[in-house]
Each structure stands twice: as structure tokens, then as C-alpha cells.
């Protein structure tokens, strides 16, 4: 078995190049299957999730290749089949993209239930309700679902609840249906703007995205071309809340700042230091922090996973922090690692009560998810000894280069195996 093992460091220093958006990048990737021309994706990061899609494209048909220059090219037009793998569709969440990005094509799509990270509450209702009012049946089985409809017709969608995935879907889906539709209470996420402008690149006609009002016209084909995804934004604040840990200055280059406005507010508001330019942030910090209050909220609230790497960085905020989480009120699985590490956390209905301060000693813990080994990789900064950390399969799904970017901070941090010594690599090149 794999684990991380991290050392408690001093202040860090030094400057990360942010990779593509983990949660663009799987959106981008299934859709490309509207397109009738090959595609050239920039900046997709080499992350399991990849890995995955990789072997669906295979099995449907859509050919895939990372070139040297770390592009990926696509070529959608030998797509044979609309069957997902329920085990492949199941290792990762966003695979009801191919629903969105298949459905206009072939009429009928069959795909597993979504993995992933498990908060109980994914509101995959929702895209049920997209693809039904678009005019497609949907029949649920024990581990799989099928969507079927003879011609997809342009619809007012009013969602019940505001749900990033199910506002992607929708606009897959409406891509090339016929006629207009209209969604509202549209999620405004940065990455919804993202996979609205590609398909607008391929020649789709969406006007609203980044508003909760979006307007899609429906048309008969899509062509190929070339985009590049936005930077990871999630990833940008992890390493901006790495300079508080123990103090120090870290540079994220690659980041768009307009995305982050929530997180460096709250940053700020601890005693985090922030210098801007276009495409870069810089945080110093001297190790003091000051408690606060988190509410998480869709975009551009605070972002949920935001919530976990933050909540670590409030363990050496002096006082009492509280982080409410209104996303996904179960997503505390990291709370109890973090009580392995000595963190004083309480955990009431939908709120963490911390008393920051409170020395922190390295033990075994484990991953639940991305964010969740995020939280885990920073409180390890913190903690007295070495900290070690098993569910290593969950931080691979979110970063392309963890331990090189850790490492090139100064951070004391391997990847080993039960039993032996240092473990290859993986995280470092995937």
C-alpha cells in the first residue's frame, strides 16, 4: 500500500506553476463528443480522472492522444457506441457528462452511476430533470441508468437547486438539440463560463453563462478547434493557505485572480498578505493567524472545496474558528484525520467548531478524497514529526504533480510503500 509521508517544515518559499482546472478538464473532455472534427484541448492535466476517460473514449471510439507538447488531440468522429462502462463510469464523478455530450448523436445512452468523492448529497435529480425536460426518458437500474430520446427539444429548465454539474449537462445537452433553451437558477461557476466558451469555439451558441440566466440555441453540428482550460483555482488557494501554515511566501503563477475573490478575502481576513498581478498571486505570511467565521456557498461564495484545506489552515489560527458547510453538510470526513493529528475540532449538524493553536503531532491517517488529502497535506506541514498518509488514489485524482510542487516549496515529502523505501514516483509524473 502507498502512503504519503510529509515532515513537519518551517516557513515555505518559493513559487508553483498552477495546473488546468480538474473540474473544467472533465467537463471539456466528454463534450468534445458533440464535435464533428477533431478537437486540441491545452493545460488538461495528467490526473487518474484523465486516465479514466481515457479508457471510456477508448471503448466508445473517441480517439485520444497526449502529444509531447502535453496537449491532448481528440477525434470524436469515429464514435461507435453510447455505452459506459458502469465500473469505469463509477471510479469518477463527472462521468454523466457523456450523457450531455452523447445524447443528441445517438439518441440513447447508457451509463453507470457516479463515483468519486462521496458527499451523500450529489443532486444527480437534477440532471434527470434536464434530460426529461429536454424530452428523453430515463430508467434507473441497480448500478446503471439509460437516457433515451428520439429528437431532444429546446426547454425553460428551472433548477431546484444551484448545481455546477447539472448547469454543464444541461448545456451539453441543449447544444444540439432543436430549438431554444432556457435554464435558470444557472450555476455562475467559473467552470460552467469554461465549457460555455469551448462550445461556443466548436460554433454552439450560449449567451448567459456566468449569470443565472443561460440561453442556448440549439444547432445541427459542431466543429472541431483548439482551447485551452482555465487554471485550477481550487488548487491556486490550497497552495496560497500553505504559506500561513508556518509562514513564509509562495507564489502561484498560472491563476486567474477574478476567480478567487471569496478565498483571498478570507485569507486577508486571518492575516494572509496578498500581492496580485494578471496571472499570478503571492501570499506572505508570518505564521500568526487570526480565528474566523466560514460559510461555504456556490460560486462566488466559498467555495466547499475550499473548506477542508481551510479548515487545516485554521488549526494554527489563535481562538475559535467555525466553518459551516451548506454545499454538502456531510463533507467532515476529514475531521476525524485531522483529530488523529491532536486537532481540537467539534463537529455539530452542519458546523466545525475549532480551537486553533493546539500543537499537532504526525500519525497515520487517511484520504477520504481530493480536498480531504489536501487538508491532510497541510496540517502535516504543522505537526510534530512525520505525518503519513494512505488513500493516496484520492489525492492522485485532483493533482497532476503533488509532490514536485510540495517539494519545490521546501516541504520534506515522499511517496513510499509499506515496508520499503521510497515508492517511485508517481505523483510526480502520472
Known sequence: MDYIQIQSSGPLNGAVTIQGSKNSSLALLAATCLADATVLLEGIPNIYDFRVIRQIGKDIGLNMERLPSGHILLDPRYIHSAVIDPGKASAYRASYYFIGALLA???KVTVG???????????????????????????????????????????????????????????LAAARAEGRTRLYNA??????????????????????????????????FLSGGSYSVIPDRLIAGAFLMAAGINGGSITVHNVIPEHMGSCMAKLREIGIELERSDQSLTAHSTGRLRATRIRTGMYPGFATDLQQPFTALLLKAQGKSIVTERVYPKRFNHIQQLKRLG????????????????????????????????????????????????????????????????????????????????????????
Open 105 to 107: 448523436k445517438f439518441g
Open 187 to 220: 450555476a455562475m461557476d467559473p467552470e460552467v463560463v469554461d465549457t460555455a466558451n469551448f462550445l461556443n469555439q466548436l460554433g454552439a451558441k450560449i449567451v448567459g453563462a456566468g449569470t443565472d440566466q443561460i440561453r442556448i440555441e440549439g444547432v445541427p
Open 113 to 171: 452511476f457516479p463515483g468519486g468523492d462521496d458527499f451523500v448529497s450529489r443532486p444527480i435529480d437534477q440532471h434527470f430533470k434536464v434530460f426529461r425536460a429536454l424530452g428523453a426518458e430515463v430508467t434507473v437500474f441497480n448500478d446503471y441508468y439509460v437516457v433515451e430520446a428520439k429528437q431532444l427539444l429546446g426547454a425553460d429548465i428551472y433548477f431546484d437547486m444551484i448545481t455546477s454539474g447539472a448547469t454543464i449537462n444541461a448545456m
Open 343 to 430: 486537532a481540537d475540532i467539534e463537529v455539530r449538524k452542519e458546523s466545525a467548531f475549532i480551537r486553533g493553536g493546539v500543537p499537532l503531532q504526525g500519525n497515520w491517517v487517511h484520504a477520504t478524497d481530493v480536498r480531504a488529502g489536501t487538508s491532510l497535506l497541510l496540517a502535516g506541514l504543522a505537526a510534530e514529526g512525520a505525518t503519513r498518509i494512505t488513500g493516496v488514489e484520492h489525492i492522485e485524482r485532483g493533482y497532476d504533480d503533488a509532490i514536485g510542487m510540495f517539494r519545490s516549496l521546501g516541504v520534506d515529502i515522499s511517496l513510499r510503500k509499506h515496508g520499503d523505501e521510497a515508492a517511485p514516483e508517481r505523483l510526480s509524473r502520472l
